[in-house]
């Protein structure tokens, strides 16, 4: 009778400690998923919403400029907005048709890349704000450091060098108005990104945040010469 009830309670103990393992380890997932879930929750109406905000303030800024300098305008601010390069510009487009830029750093540089040429660019590209990350999480980066000063450091870091058009639409835009030595700041709707699919790391409905620099570009057929 002692061993049966010793064996009774030592096999519901087993099974109460299994029990309670059970459950914390769904307690756990449940705690994990939450964080996923907060993170990138409404993360499509957060992204219109931020752009949104961003557009108008780009916009302001330029039309203020324009209307008290005139054709001097470029002068006195650093925002600027392209249109796709895929699209016409006699056609009436939607806000998200274009990428808006906040220009960091002047080049010397007087001739643009085409869609042909191929670009050497040290850049940073990241999402914006969330939870984890209040100043965007940085999905990509040029060189091997992620630490910002690293990534544009001439002496030590390596630039990427890849086609125009190997770039999502509002990357391109943006590389066939630079000169060389201009660093930009740009903003890239979804639409003119990666839309409703998620890639590498990058949610669906992202917004895109690059800095990007130019460092060099190169027609096809022309020769490509080693990095430093």
Known sequence: MKHTLRNFFCVNGLMLLLTGIFALGMLASCSDNDEEVSE??????RNDAYFASLRTSALDSIAA???LYGDDWQDHTSWRTYLSYSLDETVAHRATDSIYVQILQKGTGSVSPLGTDSCRIFYQGKLIPSESYSDGYIFS???QSSKYSDI??????IP?????????NGFATALLY?????KWRIYIPYALAYQGQETSGVPAYS????DIELVAFYRPGTSIPAWN
Request: glycine share 6%.
């Open 65 to 67: 400029a324009k209307r």
């Open 207 to 210: 917004t895109l945040i690059y």
């Open 40 to 45: 990138y929750q409404d993360w499509k109406l």
């Open 178 to 182: 630079m000169h060389v030595g201009d």
């Open 160 to 168: 990427t060098l890849r086609k125009v058009t190997s770039w999502v």
């Open 141 to 143: 980066y040029s060189g």
């Open 152 to 157: 544009f450091d001439r002496n030590t870091a």
